[in-house]
Every structure is written in C-alpha cells, then in structure tokens.
C-alpha cells in the first residue's frame, strides 16, 4: 500500500456511523483509484466501484440506474455497502443526483456510505458547496511525495527532483524518451483536454496552452502577467491570464504563488511566483536530457528550487496552511510558509558555496517570522526537507 496516511484516514471514516460523503480530488494519476480499491479492501463490509469516465457517460440516470442496483443488493444481501463513484464531474448534475439518492437514503435509514473520486477540482468544489453543503468531507490527493517514490519505487534525489512524483511513468525513466511522451501525451494533454477544455469555458485555449508552457520554463520566477502575456505574444488582458492560471492549478498542472504582504489584506498581485506542482512536468518539456541538466548548474537549481516549492505546495493541500514568497528592492526569500500563528521564511541553495542570504536577513527585520530555514547548501539538505511534512516547520 502507498500514501498509507491517507488510507488510514479513510478507512477510518468509511467505518465510522454514516454521517458525510466522503470525497478524493486531485490531479490525473496520482493514484485516487487505487487508493478507493486499496480502501474497498480493507474495510470490513461490501464495496461496489462504478466509474463515469470509462462509461464515457453524461447522463445522470447512469447514476441513478447504479444507485438502485446498490439499493436493491443492500436490500437483500447486506446491512451496508461503500459505493465508490469516479470521475463523478463527468455526470451532468451530478451533485443535484447525489444529492437527491443520498437524502432519499437517509430517509429511509439505508446504510450506503460514499465516496466521490474527481480530477476536476473547480467542477467538484461548485457541485458540493451548491448542492452538496453539509453532507460531505474532502480529502486531497495530490502528487506523490519524494518519500512515497523512494519507498515505493527507489527513487534516488536526483530521479525525483528530475523526474517528479508520477507513479504510473517511475518504470519508464531508463528510457527517458518514452518516459517524456507518457507525461506530455497521457498526463498533460489528457488533463488539459479532458479536465479544463472540456469541462470549463476557455476562450483561448492556444493561450491556456502555452501558459502552461511558459510556466515549465519560468518554474521557480516571478513574473508579471503583463511580462507573460509579452512572452506569449498575446494581447489578452490579465484577467484571462490569472483565470487560466486558476484552471491550471485546479487540474494539479501550474500555480502562481502569490508575495507575502504580511497582515495587510492579501489579494491577488500583480507578480505571481510560477510553481509546477510536478517536476516531472518540467523534465518532460525539457529538450535537455536527465544527465544534462544535472550538469548545468544554474538549470538543475531551477529544478532544485521548483522540487522544493511542489513538495511545499502539494504538502500544504487539506490543511490550514498558506504558501508564499517575498520579495523587495532586489532581494526575496523563496517561499513563506503561514499557518497557526506564525510564519517560516524558506531559501533555497543548490550551489557548492553558501552566498550571502539578504532576503532572509531583510525579511527577518520586516516580518520576525518564527524561524528562517536555508535548504541545501549551508542548511537543511534538501533531502530532510523533501521527507518532512510541510507542517512540521511551523512547529
């Protein structure tokens, strides 16, 4: 078994008294599937799986046809069942049918306990909180940690700061080719296709696109939306951009971290800090080899640096805890960590020698954080810090 907090945690609600719905979101293979098959049999009673997307159905009486069938085999065989339903955001008016079976059931005291699995993040949230308030709990499952990619498949450093945290391609990375086409081809067009062209409204999806692009390459950078929108020759408006990079970050693709502003009101900048939530992403769209960027110094930094910030970001997803970076007159601090009260200033050195930190020192004066972390050289290595809960830092 793999991600063995998450199924714990799980399990440990499918058995408790029927109370919520339970629900997994999170991007394209990170093992959301496996985990509900892996709860299904662990827990001590029936489980019927049922799946909207190889069903290549739209339809809601799919689901309400499916619903009866777990009815009528509680009804006569057993005393309460897990009906595990994924890809559920491909149903139209999925939530309103839930909805509608799961009070019906609760009416007549039937014991059929659920879980929801989506990839679609945007589309799950509007379905539960519109229709679903109250009846549900979330639990994220986002990209493999380093400590799951050791463990599981004995992933060294170097292979998981390059090739990033998906399991389904971890057998393919001798042949890095054919590892790069599996990412580009059945990750990233399939989830921008499938997840955001075809379930949100996007009016240049050509844009969307090289954004996404643009983000593999400047992963680890701050950049204005007008400085984007000159590096992809578009003459949008930043509204459209900041949009698309919502949809990106809602299918676990690109993030813009926002500049830590301290306790004034925080609202969107002007100069996001671009994140890929996977390295792997960015070593797919590389024409450099896996041997090669290592050997570039200032390149594998970049890789370094965007490993840190996924680890952070991906880590930080269920819990009270905000991620940032920072940033004046020429000096920053990678990321801001903030959460129970107190905030961690972070930098990252991937370099031989330990230069000079002036952002952490003028951050120090601005903001006493609680602690200020140099990962790498001088510091925490990075491979502690890959294996240590984001939250652990605040502590």
């Not at 593999?216 to 950078?221: E, F, N, R, V």
């Not at 930043?238 to 990106?248: E, G, V």
């Not at 801001?336 to 930098?347: D, F, H, P, R």
Request: hydrophobic share 40%; glycine share 8%.
């Amino acid at each position: 078994m793999y991600k063995r907090a998450v199924i714990k945690e799980i399990i440990k609600r499918v058995n408790e008294k029927r109370h919520f719905i339970q629900v997994l979101s999170g991007p394209r293979q990170t093992g959301k599937t496996t985990l509900a098959k892996q709860i299904s049999e662990s827990i001590g009673f029936s489980s019927i799986y049922i799946t909207a997307d190889a069903q290549g159905v739209s339809d809601n009486s799919w689901l309400i046809q499916q619903w009866e069938i777990v009815r009528a085999n509680l009804n006569s065989k057993e005393k309460k069942v897990l009906l595990i339903i994924d890809e559920i955001q491909k149903i139209e008016n999925w939530s309103e049918t839930v909805k509608k079976m799961w009070d019906e059931d609760t009416v007549k005291s039937r014991d059929i306990r659920v879980m929801l699995l989506g990839s679609s993040r945007l589309l799950l949230h509007k379905g539960l909180t519109e229709s679903l308030a109250g009846r549900f709990e979330t639990i994220p499952v986002f990209h493999w940690s380093y400590g799951e990619m050791k463990e599981a498949f004995g992933f060294g450093l170097s292979e998981y700061i390059f090739f990033g945290g998906y399991p389904g391609g971890a057998d393919l990375i001798k042949d890095e080719e054919r590892w790069s086409h599996y990412v580009r081809e059945s990750l990233i067009e399939t989830t921008v296709a499938k997840d955001i062209l075809m379930l949100e409204r996007v009016n240049k999806p050509a844009l969307l696109k090289r954004l996404f692009e643009l983000g593999c390459l400047y992963s680890g950078q701050a950049l204005s939306y007008q400085k984007m929108l000159g590096q992809l020759q578009d003459a949008g408006n930043t509204t459209t951009l900041a949009h698309y990079l919502d949809l990106l970050e809602s299918a676990g693709l690109l993030m813009g971290v926002q500049k830590y502003a301290g306790e004034k009101v925080r609202q969107r900048g002007s100069t996001p800090k671009l994140q890929a939530l996977n390295t792997g992403l960015i070593g797919a769209m590389q024409k450099k080899s896996f041997k090669e960027v290592i050997q570039d110094s200032e390149l594998w930094g970049h890789f370094v640096e965007s490993s840190v910030g996924a680890s952070l970001s991906n880590g930080i997803k269920g819990k009270n805890i905000e991620l940032f970076y920072w940033a004046s007159s020429h000096v920053e601090v990678d990321f801001v960590l903030a959460g129970k009260s107190k905030i961690v200033a972070i930098e990252v050195k991937s370099g031989r020698k330990r230069t000079a930190l002036p952002g952490l020192e003028q951050f120090n004066k601005a903001f006493k954080p609680s602690k200020l972390l140099v990962v790498g050289t001088g510091g925490i290595t990075i491979e502690q810090f890959l294996m240590t809960p984001p939250e652990k830092w605040l502590k």
